[in-house]
């Protein structure tokens, strides 16, 4: 599921033919061709992140201590 925003409360677009819009700034859709429309709509804004991207993030490991110099 894909959630968008806008600060428009009534930003209208159009998917395959078919007018859709926001109502009270906010868009709630699991349509893949919905979803890549609102995509390229500048003045709306993504919030909840792709499961996609979600995976794609690098697993970081962790740093292993600092080795201390000798003093000679």
Same mark, same amino acid.
């Given at each position: 599921m894909a959630e968008f925003n806008s600060h428009y409360l009534q930003l209208g677009? &159009?998917? @395959? =033919? #078919? &007018? @859709?819009?926001? /109502? =009270? =700034?906010? &868009? +709630? %859709? #699991? /349509? #893949?061709? %919905?979803? #890549? +429309? *609102?995509? @390229?709509i500048t003045d709306a804004n993504r919030v909840d992140k792709p499961k996609a991207e979600e995976? @794609?993030? !690098? +697993? *970081?490991? !962790?740093?292993? !201590?600092a080795k201390k110099a000798s003093v000679k």
């Open positions: 677009f &159009y998917v @395959k =033919g #078919e &007018y @859709k819009r926001f /109502d =009270g =700034g906010r &868009y +709630v %859709t #699991e /349509d #893949e061709a %919905t979803i #890549e +429309v *609102l995509s @390229k995976s @794609k993030a !690098p +697993v *970081l490991k !962790p740093k292993a !201590p």
